[in-house]
């Protein structure tokens, strides 16, 4: 059956049309967004939400989504969805970063215009018949430093252009790179230095608890006097109030705000200031901008749900369709190794550790990390997956770690998963041959090449005769038929295992009389997915 995807908001006709051309049956209805009761009424039918800003990805409207494995903002900011919600029940949050940096580092470019020049107001006074060319007396932005706070992908963009304009360029950025900051040619700074250097300031970072009121009021107390103000990143960031009084006072030569801390902005401090440009969150809002991030949601939304590719999510390693092509066995495998040792743990896990060897250590670790790790929870959380199960493991103080090992003995490559508890460790090892199945080759240090089943027994024991006897006089004195089996052993007369093939999970009674026996320390029946 196709992938059902719902559009809530509006988007091209031809982003509607990618989905349609992938084989995915999409519904257009572009009256939901703003309708929450209706769309919570329609929306566990489906697989996908595609939406703008209007439609809100509520925790209440997740719960209403039994089907639903992908939710895509066409745009970047996602404050309108619930994120943590979103990963709990295992739906990846996308956007889509790229498809309007261009439009909206230019408007941030415009504003500073807009600002330095007083257009708007210069404009509104030409269009009333006055003509007062000395009272709007401007500033020139070449040779004026501009202070970046953000030089991420769109400050970036505003960096380059800022240089191109003749100024110059310091930029406040924790994760910006000296390497970096050498290619946009700007200055590295830390934000007091910025603070009091900067002629402009503009705001290019999202809205997180460690970005809001990055501008306070003691941070813009800290300004050099005459500096104008640009924020059209998000609300939130600059203490309006604050801004305001200095704009009164003369400290804060101008602003330029596309964002505010409440939107839509009926009302705001800056409202009605002479020295102030202010714009309703236009930022992305170009021809240009909206098609291609319209494009851009639906060819990634499609992608996951038809290959498993995942690109630009918030919640989730991407994994590219190539990658997913080739990593598609190894995260069974590492799904397979988690359900193991998952099934066999009763007690609270303490830590998990991922080793990849060899040639699987230069794929993408993040999603087999992701997957090793919902195998685990599947066992407590059968509705666990890649994205929820990170989640739960961080939630319950599991300490996970990774390592990386180049090739070492006769598998081109393979990974090994350590669960430890308080009392004791478990360790499991795969890998994937050649025709693509995985197979596990070592349990407790033990060798073993074992594929997997859906229904398998698994069983410990001193190395002695008769187990195999007496495992299949046992199931088969009870109508459980053994399709196959694998053995192995420490050292001759020491610890032995076995992984018995069963067409399907052996009844409880069966597996008493096994441990009746006391011929085995471990009996423990084990499910995999297929």
Known sequence: MAPKVLVSDKLSETAVQIFRDRGIDVTFDPSLGKDKDKLLSVIGEYDGLAFRSATKVTEKLLEAAPNLKVVGRAGIGTDNVDKAAASKRGVIVMNTPYGNMITTAEHAIAMMFAVARQIPEASASTHAGKWEKSRFMGVELTGKTLGVIGAGNIGGIVCQKAVGLGMKVVAYDPFLS?????DLRVQKVELDELLSRADVITLHVPLTDQTRNILSAEALART??????????????????????????????????????????????????????????????????????ALQVAEQMADYL????????????????????????????????????????????????????????DMNLEALNCS????????????????????????????????????????DGYIKL?????????????????????????????????????????????????????????????????????????????????????????????????????????????????
């Open 418 to 530: 350590i669960v430890r508890t308080k009392t004791r460790e478990r360790s499991i090892a795969g890998t994937v041959f050649t025709d693509g199945k995985p197979r596990f080759i070592q349990i407790k240090g033990i060798n073993i090449d074992a594929e997997i089943g859906a229904h398998m027994l698994y069983t410990t024991n001193e190395d002695v005769p008769g187990i195999i006897g007496t495992l299949g006089q046992t199931m088969g004195d009870n109508g459980v038929n053994i399709a196959n089996f694998t053995l192995g052993r420490s050292d001759r007369g020491r610890e032995a295992i076995a992984l018995l093939y069963l067409d399907e999970q052996p009844p409880a009674a069966v597996l008493e009389k096994l441990r009746a026996t006391g011929m085995f320390r471990t009996v423990a029946p084990l499910r995999f997915d297929a």
């Open 178 to 182: 000296e390497e970096r900051a050498t």
């Open 306 to 361: 038809l290959t498993g590719a995942v690109s630009n999510a918030l919640n989730m390693p991407s994994v590219t369709a190539e990658e997913a092509k080739v990593m598609g066995p190894w995260i069974k495998l590492a799904d397979h190794l988690g359900a193991f040792v998952g099934q066999m743990t009763d007690e609270p896990i303490e830590a998990i550790e991922v080793l990849y060897n060899g040639t699987v250590a």
């Open 372 to 411: 090793a790790i919902a195998g685990v929870m599947k066992a407590t959380n059968p509705d666990v997956n890649m994205v929820s199960a990170p989640v739960l493991a961080r939630e319950r103080g599991v300490d996970l770690s990774t390592t990386r090992q180049d090739k070492s003995g006769v598998f």
């Open 224 to 293: 050099k006097p005459g500096v104008r103000i640009i924020n059209c990143a998000r609300g939130g960031l600059v203490d309006e109030a604050a801004l305001a009084e200095l704009l009164k006072t003369g400290h804060v030569a101008g602003a330029g705000f596309d964002v505010f801390e409440t939107e839509p902005a009926t009302d705001s401090p800056l409202f009605n200031l002479p020295n102030v440009v202010v714009t309703p969150h236009l930022g992305a809002a170009t021809t240009e901008a909206q098609e291609n991030v």
